[in-house]
Each structure stands twice: as structure tokens, then as C-alpha cells.
């Protein structure tokens, strides 16, 4: 008679924030014993067991909440060297050190503000789109774009660790409109060889209109040649005057020299 074929134990590679659903295998005051069909024992302490139907309230005993051959739902927290630690609380899609910007991450809507829409990403804290990142459109108010329970992918814009601020963006995973181009002008003269071509028109020269400073100028110039004769006159009279001054100061002395002599 043939032995018994053993079930053996499949050696998976598990990583942190695998979800399983475990067999309770034993149960003792530090925990449970839970088959996830790994080689590796799989333990899950009291500290991460949790009450489905209570999560908050604190375990009093672990047999209240979980027993021997009871199936639960279980996600690995550290994989070691010879055993698997696992938790009943799920894990965030993304601590912190795993978010940054430019990343495209799927969101729900929680709660819309004036200035823009709270979206639950899987992290610690729920990201925000400004109003102005909804759409390459003017928005008004969030409900204009989104309501609560809408969900989309987002892309991320900025990570605060800090002040614990994820910054997110509907607009930038959309495409921006199109800008169309204006038409040249045409004419109705047809083009050689083509009934259909329109030959384009040159564009007309602008002239810009002169300013208050031109004008103040060109009207300052105007006066100043109109009265270019008048002033060309007194500089010559002038002139005169001062050289005959010069000779009746001249004749006075001589006449002066002439006395004393």
C-alpha cells in the first residue's frame, strides 16, 4: 500500500503588505499561529489582532476574537529569517517614504472645500486637490468637477513629511486644450495655375500713433523755426551794438590821451 502523499508547505516569496487569508493553527497569550501555506511559520501577536466588528476597543483575550481552525484576513508586517510577523490592521498603500512627486496613485473623494476636494490615497494623512488642479478649465467650486465617492487616478505634485501635506493634481494627467491658430487673411485673386489658391494678402505697415511727447516736441520744433528769423535778427543787432561800443570806448580814450599830452 502507497503512503501518504505530505502536503508540503510552498516556499513564497512574501514581501511586507502581502495580504493572505490564514488558518488558525494554535492559539497562546502572545498570539496565534497562522498557516498562510508558507514554509516559514507565520505569528500573529495579540498587539495586531484586532475585533472586526470593534476596531477600536482594547483585547481583553484573544479568544474573544479569534480561535483554533478560524479563517482571518491577515497582511505580512516583516518577513524574517525564521518566521513571518503578521498583522490583522492593513497596512497604508504608502508610508511616507514611499511617496513622491510625479507618482500616479488611484484616490476617492472624502470631503470637497471651497478651495478644493480631500482624496483618500492609502497614506497616513488624505492628499488635496487645489481647485485650480481639477481642470485646464476655470472651476468655480470643487462640485463643479468632482463629488464624494468619485474615484480616479491622481498624480502627485508634492510631498510635505513635515507638515504631513500631500499635494495632488486631476489637471496635470489630462491633456491641455488645443490652441487653435489663426488663419492668414486671403484674398479673392486666384492663383496661377489653380483655380482654387488665394494668394495672401501683405500685411498692412502700423504705423503707431505718436505720443503726448511727440507731439509736445514736433510742436516745440515748429515754434522754434518760425522764430528762427526773429532771433537771427536780435543776435545781429546785437552784434552791432556791442561793436560800436567797442569804438566809442576806443575814441574816448584816445581823446583822453590826446589832452594830457
Known sequence: MDAPVENKKEDTNVKPKDKFEGKVLKTSLQGALIDINNQLPAFLHISQVIDSKNPDAVLKSLEDV????DIVTVWVRRV???????????????????LAPDMVVHGKVLRLESFG?????????????HVSELSHNYVRTPNEVVKVGDEFDVKVLEVDRRKKQIKLSIKALLEGPEESMPEPKRSGRKGKGNKHAFVEEPAEEVIPDPTYMEI??????????????????????????????????????????????
Not at 476636494?117 to 486637490?129: H, K, Q, T, Y
Not at 528769423?229 to 574816448?252: G, L, Y
Request: no cysteine; charged share 40%.
Open 216 to 261: 509736445a516736441l514736433r510742436r516745440a520744433m515748429d515754434k522754434a523755426e518760425q522764430r528762427l528769423p526773429e532771433i537771427e535778427s536780435r543776435v545781429k543787432k546785437s552784434k552791432s551794438f556791442s561793436s560800436e561800443a567797442d569804438e566809442i570806448f576806443e575814441r574816448t580814450m584816445q581823446n583822453k590821451i590826446n589832452d594830457k599830452n
Open 80 to 98: 524574517l529569517k525564521d518566521h513571518i510577523e503578521l498583522t490583522m490592521r492593513e497596512p497604508l498603500a504608502y508610508e511616507w517614504r514611499e
Open 117 to 129: 476636494a480631500f482624496v483618500e490615497i492609502g497614506a497616513e494623512r488624505p492628499g488635496l486637490i
Open 66 to 69: 479569534i480561535k483554533v481552525d
